[in-house]
């Protein structure tokens, strides 16, 4: 803990007090960001920015608003709470933006057991940062071939330290850290074509990330994988989809489970609650506890006790994300206004022998563009990856969509793999889905 964070936390608090306000929720936060990039066997950038910011929010006579400066020197302060209380009494009244009950507010675990921090960071030095990246570089220019165009690595840490306090009697911190490296591949191609390919690492403990030859490899493959790719008939196939890029089509989950989509009517989830969304196959947990977790916290952005929560059981649907605000406002109860990890318990086959059991399926390695609509649950996003045949890539794919609805999506789920994706906050295997619409040509 930051003993002067804490003091300036406190300090905004009573002086807030002071200018009027009923009720205030004050974060002050630190950080620092390092990052070296190497292109054509030379520094592309090498950054290091550090930053600290207080974030402010007020209740005025029913009247709630939110405000963030930098300048946190004694008299710029004190104009800007100032001025914060005065444009607060200007708003429109929202009692339904009071703090949360202060019973709901508190540390779902201990700093001992989240592990956010990795020691080694304090003696993460600047030569080694260079050092690592030079490194990464050589392995990838270890595996190029004739049609090698260019490769940029990349190395970057950072870590924070953020302490919140509020004038109903919460004052607590946290801090973390965090190291990614990874590197892109470009190739050369017929028509002048330049596929790339990517394999990028986050971790919370730099030992946690997988070694440099695994990167430069699945770097340098995922480039040859692009090269002479392009669309296939449109139809319906089965579809492997990567565990690395689950999380985009997850994420379609997200919009209709928050509560601020239920209360504008923009949730095609909003009546599903106890209800079947997905195949019995579907399991998604929220669980903030995880230790070195990257989306693990000891409380959400409300400071309610963060708990691990079953978002869908057996593919049905257990819980939304429903904020202290919208929680006033529909009536409800609260559950959480924020996600922490998504867990999607593994299976116990590999993908490769699942998809052998098919004629033809699609792997789904990338996604390139898309959107999704939280209302109507249509999603289309752009693909790239290969045709399988009994489980063995033939045909190199770009140029197709794959297309669905929430509502009916998941229900496609049919199984899931062996090899949980650990370095995001959505940890997922490889996922199967039945009769998934492609367009392609």
Request: hydrophobic share 40%.
């Amino acid at each position: 803990m930051s003993d002067a964070l804490m003091d300036l936390a406190e300090q905004v608090v009573a002086h807030a007090r002071r200018h009027g306000a009923q009720e205030v929720s004050v974060a002050v936060q630190e950080g620092s960001h390092t990052e070296i990039s190497r292109r054509d066997e030379k520094v592309e950038q090498a950054s290091e920015s550090s930053t600290r910011r207080l974030s402010l929010s007020l209740l005025v006579d029913d009247r709630w608003s939110s405000h963030g400066t930098s300048d946190l020197r004694p008299d710029a302060l004190e104009a800007f709470l100032a001025r914060a209380v005065a444009a607060t009494r200007l708003l429109e009244p929202d009692p339904d933006r009071a703090l949360p009950p202060r019973e709901l507010c508190g540390r779902g675990a201990t700093e001992e057991h989240l592990d956010p921090f990795d020691p080694r960071w304090r003696t993460w030095t600047a030569g080694d940062r260079a050092e690592r990246a030079e490194a990464l570089e050589q392995a990838v220019l270890a595996r190029r071939g004739d049609d090698f165009v260019s490769a940029t690595v990349g190395v970057s840490d950072g870590s924070g330290r953020a302490v919140q306090v509020t004038s109903h009697g919460f004052a607590d911190a946290s801090e973390g850290a965090w190291f990614a490296q990874g590197a892109s591949v470009t190739l050369a191609d017929e028509g002048g074509r330049r596929p790339e390919g990517h394999a990028h690492y986050a971790a919370r403990y730099l030992s946690d990330l997988p070694d440099l030859e695994r990167i430069a490899t699945e770097a340098t493959e995922r480039a040859r994988d692009a090269v002479g790719s392009g669309p296939i008939a449109s139809g319906r196939y089965p579809l492997v989809l990567q565990n690395r890029v689950a999380g985009r089509i997850l994420g379609t989950l997200l919009g209709p489970l928050s509560g601020g989509a239920i209360h504008h009517g923009r949730s095609c989830l909003a009546d599903k609650l106890g209800q079947p969304i997905g195949s019995a196959a579907l399991t998604i947990l929220d669980d903030p506890t995880i230790p070195r977790g990257l989306g693990s916290t000891p409380w959400d952005e409300d400071l309610l006790v963060a708990r691990p929560r079953t978002i869908v059981q057996d593919g049905v649907l257990q819980s939304f994300y429903v904020s202290v605000y919208y929680a006033r406002r529909l009536g409800w109860e609260p559950t959480t206004g924020s996600r922490s990890n998504w867990v999607l318990p593994a299976g116990t086959r590999p993908w490769t022998q699942i998809a052998a059991e098919h004629d033809r399926a699609i792997l789904v390695t990338g996604f390139l563009g898309g959107n999704a609509n939280p209302l109507t649950g249509d999603f289309s996003f752009g693909i790239r990856g290969r045709l399988l045949e009994r489980g063995v890539p033939t045909a190199r794919l770009s140029e197709m969509n794959v297309a669905g609805n929430v509502l009916t999506f998941f229900h496609q789920l049919t199984e899931l793999a062996d090899d949980p994706w650990t370095y995001s906050s959505t940890i997922t295997p490889s996922l199967v889905f039945e009769d998934v619409s492609f367009s392609g040509t």
